[in-house]
């Protein structure tokens, strides 16, 4: 009994180690998944220090004696001095148990070694290239031109330092609670917004504060900056932030233990509810090379409640399926093996890279990567761009030939050199039926003062300003265009009506006019860019408008007013 306790107990405590090891390092329970195979190690090394600690111990003895050689103090002298050891050299045994344990662990690691050498790209060059597949796009036709009212101009450090600022205004939450600088970018209700949860601001906070989860999440519209604390009426239980089996990580591992997940991201649906979008990866080359994904699991970051998603039927409000970063190493393999791993190496034919950095762009209600396609042995220039969706990987290259992002801030820079303004990563824009770079100009404090305009064929070409028209108009002028606005999209709706109420107010630098009809409660929203009689449109005026559609609000793209008064 007593040698059948101790052996019950070495195997408890072994279980327990092993459980703990699991437990912090999270693997899938999957074969191709390289940590998977690192933690079986791991357990066998446990299993055996536990059950046959004395038979290591006298393993790692027979190792060290009767090698080599011994240090030892001449008689004499007293002094150290070091001799062959002449002793008959013991015999290195291996138990049974440990002799199983080290050839499984030499057979794991042999196994890793086949699957990486069955990944190599020296031999799957064409499989590399084939993980994204990139077709020719015309860019005039693919990406609509925005109205002025529809351009983002916040990116996420200015996201940051907006959504600091809101949190710090709550006096009984900054105590509480920090914020994660996540800000992922979404569309949500036609408008580009950057979110990201609250987090417990220390343990102590968590332990005060964890039975009601996290109240709020941060969203900041990307155009005028507008930024909202959205409370919830039950708090997020489930986030990055959170301890023990509501941590985001382990509470999605143990309910899918096979799937091997890419990083979470934070998004809401369409009507502002909190989940989190943990992509679950699949490998298209070897054993665990190629890295795609194949779906999404996600989790309601309230309830709890989660479901795996194939990557064809995910919901339409998901923007990121797939991390950037992702994107860019297939874009990168898609342009070196183009004519195969050796020509990526020597010649160098048609081989063409991502630039260094990457912007987003809305279209249609979905997010796309944005990045600009470069020669490798030119970093002056591009040759084109490409746009890609994040939820479908659709891909689209852009054959425009122009200056690189870098040079572009440069240029755009130069423009207002002695205000040593710094500019933020471009994002592209079609105006006028041409590529262009849209810039923001922020000054040491990281507020932005300035916008700017690069042509992407001239980047000579530059329109600054302090608002948006501003720099639009010196842009086209500098480009010797018509100042025209843009036409209205296809999807507008026209209405007639008097007007009941009306008022103004002035967003990133442009005065914006907000209106009502007679008998309607939808408020229509209007740019001073729209039309130049709107600063002297008063109640009781017949409007003819021409609209688009964004929640409760209406964004007017067009209007005449009678010139006659009611």
């Known amino acids: 009994m007593k040698r059948f306790s101790s052996i019950a107990g070495r195997i408890l405590i072994s279980a327990l180690f092993m459980f703990l090891l ?18 079986l190690i791991a357990c066998i090394l446990i299993f055996l220090a536990v059950n046959f600690l004395t038979a ?10 009767g090698r080599g050689f011994g240090a030892a103090r001449d008689p004499v002298t007293g002094r150290v001095i070091f001799r062959r050891n002449e002793s008959e050299r013991p015999a290195v045994r291996l138990v049974g148990p440990l002799k199983y344990g080290f050839a499984a662990i030499a057979a794991l690691i042999l196994l890793m070694a086949l699957a990486s050498a069955l990944g190599l790209k020296l031999f799957n060059a064409a499989r590399y290239r084939d993980l994204i597949h990139v077709t020719e796009g ?72 964890q039975r009601k989860g996290l109240p709020a999440y941060i ?38 233990p096979s799937k091997i997940f890419e990083t979470v991201s934070f998004e809401t649906d369409d009507e502002g509810t909190p989940y989190w979008v943990a992509p679950t990866i699949a490998y298209r080359i070897g054993w665990w090379d190629g890295k795609d994904i194949d779906g999404a699991v996600l989790v309601n970051a309230v309830t709890g409640e989660s479901r795996w998603y194939a990557k064809d039927e995910v919901p339409q409000w998901i923007d990121q399926l797939y991390d950037s970063n992702l994107i860019i190493e297939q874009l990168d393999d898609n342009g070196r093996f183009q004519n195969g791993y050796f020509n990526s190496l020597f010649g160098q034919r048609g081989v063409r890279r991502t630039t260094y950095g990457y912007n987003y762009l809305a279209i249609d209600d979905d997010v796309y990567l944005y990045t600009g396609m470069s020669s490798v042995t030119s970093d002056e220039s591009n040759i084109g761009f490409v746009l890609v969706n994040l939820r479908t990987k659709e891909t689209r290259f852009y054959t425009v030939p122009g200056a690189t992002e870098l040079a572009a801030m440069e240029s755009a820079r130069g423009q207002v050199q002695h205000l040593n303004y710094s ?36 980047y000579q070409i530059v329109g600054t300003g302090q608002t948006i028209d501003e720099a639009k108009r010196g842009y086209r002028t500098a480009l010797n265009l018509e100042d025209a606005a843009p036409a209205a999209p296809k999807d507008t ?19 914006c006019y907000y209106f009502t009809l007679e008998g309607e409660t939808d408020i229509y929203t209007a740019f001073i860019s729209v039309s130049e009689q709107l600063p002297f449109i008063r109640p009781g005026d017949t409007v003819h408008i021409s609209f688009t559609q964004g929640g409760q609000v209406r964004e007017i793209m067009a209007i005449e007013v009678d010139a006659g008064r009611n």
Do not use: H
Request: hydrophobic share 40%; net charge neutral; glycine share 4%.
């Open 219 to 256: 969203a900041v519209n990307m155009v005028n900056q507008d930024t909202n604390l959205v409370w919830l009426d039950s708090g997020m239980k489930y986030s990055t932030s959170e301890y023990f089996f509501r941590n985001i990580y382990r509470y999605i591992r143990f309910r899918y």
């Open 493 to 511: 709706t026209e209405i007639s009506g008097r007007i009941e109420a009306a008022a103004s107010a002035v967003i990133s630098g442009n005065t």
């Open 138 to 209: 015309d860019f005039s036709s693919d990406v609509a031109e925005l109205s002025m009212s529809q351009i983002p101009v916040v990116d996420k450090d200015t996201a940051s330092r907006l959504g600091n600022k809101k949190l710090g205004e709550m006096t009984d939450l900054v105590s509480q609670f920090e914020i994660l600088n996540n800000y992922t970018q979404i569309n949500y209700q036609g408008a580009p917004y950057r979110v990201t949860p609250l987090s417990y601001a220390d343990p102590i906070k968590w332990l005060y504060n």
């Open 56 to 65: 290591v111990k006298d393993f790692i003895q027979s190792l060290r004696d």
């Open 22 to 39: 699991f437990y912090s390092m999270l693997p899938a329970v999957n074969l191709r998944d390289r940590n998977f195979i690192l933690y």
């Open 423 to 458: 500019a933020t990563f471009p994002l592209l824009l079609n105006i006028s039926d041409r590529p262009a770079y849209f810039i923001s100009l922020k000054d040491a404090a990281g507020l932005v003062k300035m916008y700017a305009f690069v042509d992407v064929g001239q």
